[in-house]
């Protein structure tokens, strides 16, 4: 972090310096800064004996040391033999540390991995999406600690003690609150207390009551008509009054801000942590399935290290592109990426994490395509002032 500051301030002092030549385009302000980044490619390495599977997600620990979740039931039957661990842990130079995870005694391990996240006290936190009710809780050396939440329990968004289809997961440390996108199935922000799993509170859009979607009508033989599905939610300028699943992201800024990455509803929706609403933010409003990938954006969220934590980084999905925005104004100052498989490219872009230099790691869940089955590096090189857009009169 102290080198990702030192670049800030250094930044600062140079947009207060070449103020004064930008007044008339800036009128008067100083110049904005944006990061910069340099895209390393696939990183880091698996030892010769395994094989990487689709990456759903990442994150990085106080140590700066990179944590992988993976999905090594998506290997073909010839590749399997080959599966690297659903968790791997590398250090901060890309070299391999331990790997581990799968079903075991005492805890259901989820069908589909989805989303890890190391607490502030060293816990690991791990979620799934393949019709999985339950949040794991584990030491870094993969001992089972708890687990919230039951297996093939009646999935509704009022339940207390079970969920359906956790996407993603933070630990605010002042409070010791398990925030949790949950997800796709369920819609709606639940808070769980980090040490002993119960139930504090929940939210849905706006800080509204999430609420399930009505039945599906029957036909004669009782049985669902498979032509019915739920009526679609009305979008207004404001967007839908309640998230569009999956709810694929939740983080909690250093100021006590939640921000939740509502995929289905291209925006992102930023709350109190007692789930007041605040504000939002669009995110590739105008993509649209099928011309748009399937028309989700908002997958992944990461703040700068920075103690203000000015930048907001954003995993568009859908439109292929890390989005930087300045957080405190939600202001869209940069983006980067398409859609591919060369370095800088995205299949499927996912999850998104952030180390204490300001390098960014994203994970891609592009089936079918080995060159995709990766984490890349995008290396913090410094700030640069953002171009000045003028228009002809």
């Known amino acids: 972090m102290k080198r990702y500051v030192l670049a800030l301030l250094i930044s600062l002092l140079s947009a207060s310096a070449v103020a004064p030549a930008n007044a008339a385009a800036q009128a008067g302000g100083a110049?904005?800064?944006?990061?910069?980044?340099?895209?390393?490619?696939?990183?880091?390495?698996?030892?010769?004996?395994?094989?990487?599977?689709?990456?759903?997600?990442?994150?990085?620990?106080?140590?700066?040391?990179?944590?992988?979740?993976?999905r090594p039931n998506t290997l073909s039957a010839e590749e399997k033999p080959k599966a690297a661990p659903p968790v791997l842990?590398?250090?901060?130079?890309?070299?391999?540390?331990?790997?581990?995870?799968?079903?075991?005694?005492?805890?259901?391990?989820?069908?589909?991995?989805?989303g890890i996240y190391i607490d502030p006290k060293g816990f690991v936190w791990i979620g799934g999406n393949?019709?999985?009710?339950?949040?794991?809780?584990?030491?870094?050396?993969?001992?089972?600690?708890?687990?919230?939440?039951?297996?093939?329990?009646?999935?509704?968004?009022?339940?207390?003690?079970?969920?359906?289809?956790?996407?993603d997961v933070f630990v605010y440390a002042k409070t010791n609150e398990l925030f949790v996108a949950d997800g796709?199935?369920?819609?709606?922000?639940?808070?769980?207390?980090?040490?002993?799993?119960?139930?504090?509170?929940?939210?849905?859009?706006?800080?509204?009551?999430?609420?399930d979607d009505p039945p599906a009508p029957v036909d004669g033989t009782g049985r669902d008509r498979a032509d019915a599905a739920p009526p679609p939610q009305p979008m207004g300028p404001d967007g839908a009054p309640q998230f569009m699943p999956p709810v694929h992201a939740v983080k909690v800024s250093t100021d006590g801000l939640v921000y939740v990455g509502d995929r289905g509803g291209r925006r992102v929706q930023i709350f109190t942590t007692a789930g007041k609403f605040v504000n939002q933010v669009f995110i590739g409003r105008e993509c649209h399935a099928p011309d748009c990938g399937n028309g989700q954006t908002a997958a992944g969220i990461a703040?700068?290290?920075?103690?203000?934590?000015?930048?907001?980084?954003?995993?568009?999905?859908?439109?292929?592109?890390?989005?930087v925005f300045n957080r405190k104004t939600l202001e869209f100052l940069d983006g980067f990426g398409s859609?591919?498989?060369?370095?800088?490219?995205?299949?499927?872009?996912?999850?998104?994490?952030?180390?204490?230099?300001?390098?960014?790691?994203?994970?891609?869940?592009?089936?079918?395509?080995?060159?995709?089955?990766?984490?890349?590096?995008?290396?913090?090189?410094?700030?640069?002032?953002?171009?000045?857009?003028?228009?002809?009169?």
């Open 31 to 70: 110049v904005k800064q944006i990061p910069k980044f340099r895209a390393e490619g696939s990183w880091p390495k698996l030892p010769g004996k395994w094989i990487m599977a689709i990456v759903s997600s990442t994150w990085i620990d106080e140590q700066d040391h990179l944590w992988v979740l993976q």
């Open 130 to 167: 393949g019709n999985d009710d339950q949040i794991l809780k584990f030491t870094k050396a993969g001992k089972f600690v708890m687990q919230i939440g039951k297996g093939g329990q009646k999935k509704t968004n009022a339940d207390t003690k079970n969920l359906w289809e956790p996407a």
């Open 89 to 114: 842990e590398f250090d901060a130079e890309g070299n391999f540390i331990q790997g581990w995870g799968g079903p075991g005694t005492g805890y259901e391990w989820p069908e589909t991995e989805h």
């Open 339 to 393: 859609w591919g498989s060369g370095t800088g490219q995205f299949g499927t872009l996912h999850h998104l994490s952030v180390d204490s230099k300001g390098n960014l790691y994203t994970a891609e869940v592009t089936p079918l395509k080995p060159e995709n089955r990766r984490v890349q590096k995008f290396t913090f090189t410094g700030f640069v002032p953002m171009p000045v857009v003028t228009r002809n009169k």
């Open 303 to 323: 703040f700068s290290p920075d103690p203000e934590q000015r930048y907001l980084y954003v995993a568009n999905r859908s439109q292929a592109q890390i989005m």
């Open 184 to 211: 796709y199935g369920n819609k709606r922000i639940v808070v769980f207390d980090a040490d002993t799993g119960a139930f504090k509170r929940m939210w849905g859009a706006f800080g509204s009551v999430p609420m």
